[in-house]
């Protein structure tokens, strides 16, 4: 069980264009899901954090209208990259918190953008 | 400021070896966890620390939580290539559900 998706794995876009990462709990409910962006060889760095129903809280840095987020169902939260541009490539990773374990955090296996 | 500094940030040993990698902070908390994450892959939950001068084991991986919960050790016992990886150690903070991660130490092990 605790079970966390992401699709796509990997994504190839164009500078300028919007891309969507859907980050899934398969077997339970997630009330709270965490945004991360993983450069190579760097650690993770959160970028913000989504409740089911509510607005997203974003890290301080991280721009609210690039990094478009929504939690609309306890199962599914969407990272939307708007306007990509090559600096924004990067490896996204999502986690989820929820039933059955409220200690622990699920991570996602998370998704490779490339802007070219 | 780094809330965690990790090291080393490398380490290549080759089979057979042991070694250790430290999580260290000037600040208090009241729990640790250390992941590690393959390549193209998230991290994974290996452990959570929480009482100070706690020890828990992990097949050949030992950690230990420092007294003063500011600090925390991860020691491999005869590495093995499948020990390969980055390994990240993360607190939660504002008694949120948020993480932060260490650096994390890239770990190499050589058949």
């Known amino acids: 069980g605790a079970v966390v998706s992401q699709h796509p794995s990997w994504v190839i876009c164009k500078s300028g264009t919007s891309v969507k990462i859907e980050c899934r709990s398969l077997?339970?409910?997630?009330?709270?899901m965490f945004w991360y962006r993983q450069f190579p060889k760097q650690s993770l760095m959160l970028m913000a954090t989504?409740?089911?129903?509510?607005?997203?809280?974003?890290e301080q840095g991280v721009e609210k209208d690039k990094f478009l987020i929504n939690h609309a169902s306890l199962t599914l939260s969407t990272l939307t990259v708007t306007s990509a541009h090559p600096e924004d490539s990067s490896f996204y990773i999502c986690?989820?918190?929820?039933?059955?374990?409220?200690?622990?955090?699920?991570f996602g296996p998370g998704t490779r953008l490339t802007v070219l | 400021t780094q809330l965690l500094e990790q090291s080393p940030q490398f380490l290549s040993i080759q089979e057979g070896e042991n070694l250790t990698v430290y999580c260290n902070s000037s600040?208090?908390?009241?729990?640790l966890q250390w992941y590690r994450q393959e390549p193209g892959e998230g991290p994974v939950l290996l452990v959570t620390?929480?009482?100070?001068?706690e020890v828990k084991k992990l097949k050949r991986l030992t950690f230990q939580f420092g007294d003063a919960r500011k600090d925390s050790s991860l020691h491999i016992t005869a590495a093995q290539p499948g020990d390969t990886g980055l390994y990240l150690c993360?607190?939660?903070?504002?008694?949120?559900?948020?993480?932060?991660f260490g650096q994390g130490t890239r770990l190499t092990i050589n058949p």
């Open positions: 986690s989820a918190y929820g039933t059955p374990s409220y200690n622990e955090q699920f």
């Open positions: 077997d339970f409910q997630a009330t709270t």
């Open positions: 989504s409740n089911e129903g509510s607005k997203a809280t974003y």
């Open positions: 600040s208090v908390f009241s729990s």
């Open positions: 620390v929480v009482t100070g001068g």
């Open positions: 993360a607190v939660s903070i504002q008694g949120a559900q948020k993480l932060v």
